[in-house]
């Protein structure tokens, strides 16, 4: 399964030598873990890159800030957008901190198939008063674990994608001349210097930790942006629904659903399209706001939303009738395991 918050974390470390680091270091390094991710299969391009810089006297004031910029196969190439990040942040004065933070596409494998997660990874790398360099690696996939985040043994994943995370973290390690500190038990899973501990040995901490919170946390995160309305369906059902896939290019966006037993409609997010799906998402409960306004009944609603023309960005609708799911629930499995 795919999550929205990290299934586990690891911390780097690293003292200068007492000559101090360039502030553009932060961005070598996270440059650098993002090759050790690639080289061994479980990165792919292209990774998108944030830039923070705050006063150290107090966090709050903003140095300087850039998002959006892409990790080019040659990054400090001068002529790209990330090199002159680099190049301005270098020029700065005073005591500050500078974090670059990657958001990392990647690759996981199941017996027979190969599927793309478009945050798989986020890596982060800061570098405090031109001296301690910290970094730290996120993932958002269960397929390092023995058993999934809804509680299912999965060996067979499991072979074939843990080793890969732990030939990461131990280069890693090489790269910075240090050993990660494992993040906390969590949710999820427990971290280790290798990977993950086996859950199967003691049980999972929740009893489907992925539905228990990655499903609400889904649908704050798609409804946080919109203006308060009353012209909403009900938001969940035990019953049956009806579903259209909502397709961009040849990404799955999601899947716009409704339950005409009890008026209930909604849109669930494919977490591994990252923000394009909840961006899609938005778009269409919008729609389903106009079609509550006009009355229509949730199926009729499903319907309706066929007939209309779709914007930029939103993605189509790729059946032309809908297709049925016996649960809310097995769509939400649907929409978050690949």
């Not at 035990?238 to 409704?258: C, I, N, R």
């Not at 706001?289 to 309706?304: C, F, S």
Request: proline letters at 7%; a negative charge; hydrophobic letters at 40%.
């Amino acid at each position: 399964m795919i999550t929205t918050d990290p299934v586990g974390d690891w911390t780097w470390e690293a003292a200068s030598d007492g000559r101090g680091v360039q502030p553009s270091r932060a961005f070598e390094v996270a440059a650098a873990v993002w090759n050790v991710l690639a080289r061994v299969g479980i990165a792919t391009p292209v990774a998108e890159v944030g830039v923070t810089v705050r006063s150290v006297g107090d966090m709050r004031d903003v140095l300087f800030e850039e998002t959006g910029l892409p990790l080019e196969s040659e990054p400090f190439d001068p002529r790209t957008a990330l090199s002159r990040a680099a190049s301005q942040v270098d020029s700065l004065q005073g005591d500050f901190v500078v974090a670059v933070r990657m958001r990392c596409p990647g690759m996981w494998t199941v017996p027979g198939a190969r599927h793309r997660a478009e945050q798989l990874f986020t890596i982060q790398a800061d570098v405090w008063k031109r001296s301690l360099t910290a970094v730290t690696l996120e993932t958002y996939s269960d397929v390092w674990l023995t058993m999934d985040t809804r509680d299912r043994e999965q060996i067979a994943t499991y072979d074939e994608n843990a080793p890969r995370l732990a030939l990461a973290l131990k280069e890693i390690s090489e790269l910075l001349g240090c050993a990660p500190t494992p993040g906390d038990e969590n949710r999820y899973a427990t971290p280790t210097e290798t990977g993950f501990a086996d859950i199967r040995i003691e049980g999972p901490a929740y009893v489907d930790a992925w539905g228990t919170f990655e499903v609400p946390a889904r649908s704050r995160r798609l409804r946080s942006s919109l203006p308060p309305s009353e012209d909403e369906y009900a938001e969940t059902t035990e019953l049956p629904v009806h579903y259209f896939t909502v397709q961009d290019e040849a990404q799955v966006l999601g899947y716009v659903w409704a339950a005409p037993a009890e008026n209930a409609a909604g849109f669930e997010p494919r977490t591994a399209a990252g923000e394009r799906a909840f961006e899609a998402g938005r778009a269409w409960l919008l729609q389903l706001r106009e079609a509550h306004r006009l009355g229509l009944p949730a199926m009729d609603a499903l319907n309706w939303l066929a007939q209309q023309p779709t914007s930029s960005g939103t993605g189509r609708l790729l059946e032309k009738t809908p297709r049925s799911c016996p649960s809310l629930d097995s769509l939400e499995e649907i929409s978050g395991r690949w």
